[in-house]
């Protein structure tokens, strides 16, 4: 079955979204001083923003 027509999460948006969750968890991290709890939190951001982006049509 081809890739492109599977529903779903691909892992190019997922990749993505990763990115930008930890970038933007890595920042706030760095700002508040609490790198641990910043990074998890931006995984989890990023997992809903890939899962977002995969969704739009």
Do not use: F, H, Y
Request: proline letters at 2%; hydrophobic letters at 50%; aromatic letters at 2%.
């Amino acid at each position: 079955m081809n890739e492109d027509s599977e529903p779903g999460v691909s892992g190019k948006e997922m990749g993505a979204g990763m990115a930008i969750g930890i970038a933007i968890g890595v920042a706030i991290g760095a700002a508040t001083d609490n790198l641990g709890l910043w990074i998890a939190l931006g995984v989890a951001l990023g997992a809903g923003i890939g899962a977002g982006l995969s969704n739009r049509e």
